[in-house]
C-alpha cells in the first residue's frame, strides 16, 4: 500500500507539473501575443500622430483603396484663385515675397501680424498685406478664424487650392498651411535698392490685382 500511495502521489506530482508548464507556455504565448499587440498598437499610434503632423512633400493628392482621391476643399474656401493664370500670378507673388523677405508663414506668423495690424493701415484698394490660405487643409479649425481676423484688420485674402503648392512657393519643402505677402519689409529687414524696389513693386502690383478680383466674385 505505501509503494501505490507513492506511485500514486508520484503521478499527481508528475500530471500537477505538467499541467503547470502547459499553463506557463500558454501564458507566455498570451503575453507575447498581448506584447506583440502592444507594440502594434503604439507603432500605429506613433504612425497616426506623425502622419497628422508630416505633411507630404510632392503632393496634396491622397490614395485611399488604391484610388487617387484630392484633399477635401473647406466649406468656407471663398473667395477662391481658381484659374491656371490666376493662381500661377498669385504664387509666384509668394515666391518673389520670400526672396524679397516680406513674406510670413504658418498660421503663427500670420496671426501675430495681423493682430498688430492696425485696420485704419489697410484697405481693399491699398492693402498693407494680402493673405493666400490653402483650402485643403484638415481639420479645417486650424486656418477657419484666419479670414475673420483679415476682415477686422482690412486685410485681403484668397484661398489656393494645394497648401504643397503654397509651400513649395513660400521657399519651403513643407507644405503651408497660409501665408502673408507684406507691401513693405519688417523694420528689421534691410531696405531693397532701386533695381529690386522696382521688381517687388511690379510683382505685389500683379498679386494685388488678382486678389482684388477674385475678392469680386464672392457672393454677398
Not at 500500500?1 to 508528475?14: I, L, Q
Not at 515666391?95 to 493701415?121: C, F, I, M, N
Not at 534691410?190 to 522696382?198: H, L, T, V
Amino acid at each position: 500500500m505505501g509503494k501505490d500511495s507513492a506511485d500514486k502521489k508520484h503521478k499527481k506530482e508528475k500530471k500537477e507539473k505538467r499541467a503547470s508548464e502547459v499553463d506557463g507556455v500558454k501564458k507566455s504565448k498570451k503575453e507575447k501575443k498581448s506584447k506583440a499587440n502592444g507594440d502594434v498598437d503604439v507603432t500605429m499610434t506613433d504612425a497616426l500622430e506623425a502622419e497628422l503632423v508630416k505633411e507630404p512633400e510632392t503632393s496634396s493628392v491622397k490614395v485611399v483603396n488604391g484610388a487617387d482621391v484630392k484633399g477635401a476643399i473647406v466649406p468656407f474656401a471663398e473667395p477662391m484663385v481658381d484659374g491656371e493664370k490666376e493662381v500661377k500670378k498669385v504664387l509666384r507673388g509668394v515666391k518673389k515675397s520670400a526672396k524679397h523677405k516680406t513674406l510670413r508663414r504658418g498660421v503663427k506668423e500670420v496671426v501675430k501680424y495681423l493682430r498688430k495690424s492696425s485696420p485704419s493701415d489697410s484697405s481693399i484698394a491699398n492693402p498693407s498685406a494680402i493673405v493666400i490660405i490653402a483650402a485643403d487643409i484638415s481639420p479645417m479649425d486650424v486656418i477657419s478664424h484666419i479670414p475673420v481676423l483679415c476682415e477686422d484688420h482690412n486685410i485681403p485674402y484668397v484661398f489656393v487650392r494645394s497648401r504643397v503648392e503654397l509651400g513649395e512657393a513660400s521657399a519651403t519643402k513643407r507644405p503651408t498651411s497660409v501665408t502673408l505677402v507684406a507691401k513693405e519689409r519688417n523694420k528689421k529687414g534691410k531696405d531693397m535698392n532701386a533695381e529690386e524696389k522696382a521688381e517687388w513693386e511690379e510683382t505685389w502690383e500683379s498679386l494685388r490685382a488678382v486678389v482684388t478680383k477674385a475678392g469680386k466674385t464672392v457672393k454677398k
